[in-house]
């Protein structure tokens, strides 16, 4: 079963613009981390923000967002004033704990690929 | 303090030949995790390792292989080399703490290295 779900596979933004990329997740383990991650062309996997389960307020930094919504299962990336740098693929991504027997992994989604438009 | 380091970036293989890659961990880090990345798709993780035994496993055949070396450096090997194979491998580092999984450290990852089974 897909844990992770990004039902967009391609977005486009004006530079300066804010964008909200989605992402659904499932698990029945209360406990659970959720991450984003960004990866250009070069392929390296870049940390961009991180928003715990029990965390009480969404997670910020700088012109990243999370929205954050438990209930619903959704855990969307807000990045505001988009740059031409901006312009990457987008993955999010899941870890349960160990005890869920899920090995310490993150489970990732199929990635949003995002255009900035100057 | 230095990031991960893939080795090698590209790599060619014919069908049923055998490939190692390389990865260093970043200083400081005791754990190392890798994922491949096929065309289009988000990183499956493949296993990790702590303390230079496997700490968990992915949906992966037996010929994927690794080891961790004393200093935290990781092996991937893959035997009988398939055209499936041919992907974008991720190597990942953190550092983790045996009984008290956290959820929220980070991991760094590598830029990884292309394979192409031809």
């Known amino acids: 079963a897909q844990k992770i779900t990004q039902t967009q596979p391609g977005m486009f933004v004006q530079e300066k613009e804010a964008v909200t990329l989605d992402c659904t997740y499932d698990t029945s383990d209360p406990s659970y981390g959720l991450f984003w991650y960004k990866q250009p062309s070069s392929g390296e996997m870049i940390f961009l923000i991180y928003q715990g389960s029990y965390d009480q307020q969404n997670a910020t930094e700088g012109r990243y967002s999370l929205n954050f919504q438990k209930a619903r299962k959704s855990a969307n990336l807000v990045i505001s004033a988009s740059q031409l740098g901006d312009s990457a693929m987008y993955f999010c991504a899941m870890r349960e704990p160990f005890s869920s027997g899920s090995a310490r992994q993150l489970t990732f989604g199929s990635g949003t690929q995002l255009t900035v438009l100057p | 303090e230095t990031g991960v380091t893939q080795s090698p970036t590209h790599l060619i293989k014919t069908r049923g030949q055998q490939v190692t890659l390389r990865c260093s961990s970043q200083?400081?880090?005791?754990?190392v995790s890798w994922y491949q990345q096929a065309l289009g798709q988000g990183p499956q993780f493949i296993f990790q390792y702590y303390r230079e035994e496997e700490n968990g496993r992915g949906n992966f055949p037996p010929r994927f292989s690794g080891l961790q070396f004393p200093n935290y450096s990781s092996e991937l090997n893959v035997n009988a080399l398939e055209l499936d194979d041919s992907a974008l491998y991720l190597c990942?580092?953190?550092?983790?703490?045996?009984?008290?999984?956290?959820?929220?450290?980070?991991?760094?990852f590598g830029s990884g290295t292309r394979l192409t089974v031809v």
């Open positions: 990942a580092s953190s550092l983790e703490f045996s009984g008290a999984p956290r959820l929220n450290y980070g991991y760094t």
């Open positions: 200083s400081g880090h005791n754990t």
